[in-house]
Nanobody, 115 residues
Framework: QVQLVESGGGLVQPGGSLRLSCAAS????????MGWYRQAPGNQRELVAT???????NYVDFAKGRFTISRDNAKNTVTLQMNSLKPEDTAVYYC?????????WGQGTQVTVSS
């Protein structure tokens, strides 16, 4: 059974930082491209960043310079370090694993940026 479990969300003040983690099980983690997505209320789910099996990263514009995605294939985890957070970063953040036609989602973790 495939499981992706996110953790690390919470309430943070503007300008603060959070580190999200996603622990994967039930897959050959090193094969998968991993991604972080987010969904704010009333909005569609959107891509934040991805990291391929060989460690190549890709960020959408709002994440560049503030967010860092990384992976540890030995621990089957992918992390998203988020710095300089803004209120507009408030959303549920989801982890996704993708390999060929297979993709799996986690349940999400809430990030709230507010003073």
């Amino acid at each position: 059974q495939v499981q992706l479990v996110e953790s690390g969300g919470g309430l943070v003040q503007p300008g603060g930082s959070l580190r999200l983690s996603c622990a994967a099980s039930g897959i050959i983690f090193s094969f998968y491209t991993m991604g972080w997505y987010r969904q704010a209320p009333g909005n569609q789910r959107e891509l934040v960043a991805t990291i391929t099996s060989d460690g190549s990263t890709n960020y959408v514009d709002f994440a560049k310079g503030r967010f860092t995605i990384s992976r540890d294939n030995a621990k089957n985890t992918v992390t998203l370090q988020m710095n300089s957070l803004k209120p507009e970063d408030t959303a549920v953040y989801y982890c996704k694993a993708r390999y060929l036609l297979r993709q799996y989602w986690g349940q999400g973790t809430q990030v709230t940026v507010s003073s």
